[in-house]
């Protein structure tokens, strides 16, 4: 019977006769785990490295960069060579347009619906155009487009559309000198034959004195618009009520919000003639 001799301990091999298992290289296994982890590297940095070719390529905003690219590893040697001016941005060296907000043609229906915000002085007879500058020496009667036979009249200190006869005293009832704005100089201001003003009040149109204060002369002052319907006649809002503008409701003139209605836009469009008296 061979005798049964104990293993002796592995730390010291040598001194009690038992050779080390020499089938194997020591630390192989570490040897392999470098050698995969180094392959798994390169192979991401490989694939980072295209990725950001190919997104800077099609304009990729920098936001849109994977964050892979900018994680490491702890412990791992890079493997992408470093750029001579330091760390390199997204997208390359590459010149990109700065973004610009596009605007589309707003349909002819759009175009139409509602008039200009900015005074015109074009000539008339173009579509859409506001009615020429009339000489100062004379006076401007505004005659209504769906009722052309009437005319704005002062009639118990409120402004009314009538008709207007041969008399002199009706006939200067429906004249207005056309001044320069008295709150906006571009805009318009109507001074009648007394020297006072054609001003809103409760939105509605009358004749008052000038008393020097910023309301009466924002009350007082009216903006052209060329009126999209109707071929020379404009629409006059009011400085102070953006939105609001000058039509005739049952025949009386008052400010009114602006409305997309066939009926609204022919009691709010005025044609500026030579004055009647």
């Given at each position: 019977?061979?005798?049964?001799?104990?293993?002796?301990?592995?730390?010291?091999?040598?001194?009690?006769?038992?050779?080390?298992?020499?089938?194997?290289?020591?630390?192989?296994?570490?040897?392999?785990?470098?050698?995969?982890?180094?392959?798994?590297?390169?192979?991401?940095?490989?694939?980072?490295?295209?990725?950001?070719?190919?997104?800077?390529?099609?304009?990729?905003?920098?936001?849109?960069?994977?964050?892979?690219?900018?994680?490491?590893?702890?412990?791992?040697?890079?493997?992408?060579?470093?750029?001579?001016?330091?760390?390199?941005?997204p997208g390359g060296t590459k010149d990109r347009p700065s973004p610009s907000?596009?605007?589309?043609?707003?349909?002819?229906?759009?175009?139409?619906?509602?008039?200009?915000?900015?005074?015109?002085?074009?000539?008339?007879?173009?579509?859409?155009?506001?009615?020429?500058?009339?000489?100062?020496?004379?006076?401007?009667?505004?005659?209504?487009?769906?009722?052309?036979?009437?005319?704005?009249?002062?009639?118990?200190?409120?402004?009314?559309?009538?008709?207007?006869?041969?008399?002199?005293?009706?006939?200067?009832?429906?004249?207005?000198?056309?001044?320069?704005?008295?709150?906006?100089?571009?805009?318009?201001?109507?001074?009648?034959?007394?020297?006072?003003?054609?001003?809103?009040?409760?939105?509605?149109?009358?004749?008052?004195?000038?008393?020097?204060?910023?309301?009466?002369?924002?009350?007082?002052?009216?903006?052209?618009?060329?009126?999209?319907?109707?071929?020379?006649?404009?629409?006059?809002?009011?400085?102070?009520?953006?939105?609001?503008?000058?039509?005739?409701?049952?025949?009386?003139?008052?400010?009114?919000?602006?409305?997309?209605?066939?009926?609204?836009?022919?009691d709010s469009a005025f044609r500026m003639v030579p004055g009647?008296?």
């Open positions: 019977m061979p005798e049964n001799k104990s293993r002796p301990p592995q730390d010291r091999p040598w001194e009690s006769g038992w050779a080390p298992d020499t089938t194997r290289a020591p630390g192989t296994r570490r040897l392999w785990l470098a050698g995969a982890l180094a392959v798994a590297t390169i192979a991401a940095c490989a694939t980072s490295i295209a990725v950001l070719d190919s997104r800077s390529e099609q304009g990729a905003p920098p936001s849109a960069v994977p964050t892979a690219v900018h994680t490491t590893v702890p412990g791992l040697i890079s493997f992408a060579s470093p750029s001579k001016a330091g760390t390199p941005k907000p596009t605007t589309s043609e707003p349909s002819a229906r759009e175009t139409s619906a509602k008039p200009s915000t900015a005074p015109t002085t074009s000539p008339a007879g173009e579509r859409g155009s506001a009615s020429p500058q009339l000489p100062s020496t004379t006076g401007t009667s505004l005659r209504s487009v769906n009722y052309p036979d009437r005319y704005w009249h002062l009639r118990d200190g409120y402004v009314r559309l009538d008709r207007i006869g041969s008399g002199t005293e009706q006939r200067e009832d429906a004249t207005f000198h056309r001044v320069r704005g008295l709150a906006d100089s571009s805009c318009y201001s109507f001074v009648t034959a007394d020297g006072r003003y054609l001003r809103h009040r409760n939105f509605v149109l009358l004749r008052d004195s000038d008393d020097g204060s910023p309301l009466f002369r924002q009350d007082a002052t009216f903006c052209p618009r060329p009126s999209p319907f109707h071929s020379g006649a404009v629409m006059l809002e009011s400085v102070n009520y953006r939105g609001r503008f000058l039509r005739h409701q049952n025949f009386q003139l008052r400010l009114d919000p602006y409305q997309n209605t066939a009926l609204y836009q022919a009647l008296g």
